[in-house]
C-alpha cells in the first residue's frame, strides 16, 4: 500500500523513512495502522495519465 510518512519513522521490514517520502508499504495492515495513528497518510493513485504521441514536425539539417 503507497503511503506518504509524516513522522520519521524505522523498521527491520521497510527500512528508515523521513517526514514526506511516498513508500510502497509492505503490510496493509500496518500501513493502514500507521494512518490511524497519524504517522503516515494514504497516497491516491494519480488520475492523469501520460501518453505518447506522435510529432507531425520533421526536422531537416541543411549542409550549406
Known amino acids: ?3 506518504r510518512i509524516l513522522e520519521s519513522i524505522a523498521c527491520s521490514v521497510n527500512g528508515a ?3 514526506g517520502d511516498v513508500v510502497d508499504w509492505k503490510d496493509e495492515k500496518e500501513a ?7 504517522i503516515a497518510e494514504a497516497v491516491k493513485a494519480p488520475t492523469k ?5 506522435s510529432s507531425k514536425k520533421v526536422e531537416t539539417a541543411s549542409t550549406d
Open 17 to 19: 523513512h523521513g517526514a
Open 1 to 3: 500500500m503507497k503511503i
Open 49 to 53: 495519465v501520460e501518453k505518447a504521441t
Open 32 to 38: 493502514r495502522s500507521l494512518i490511524a495513528q497519524g
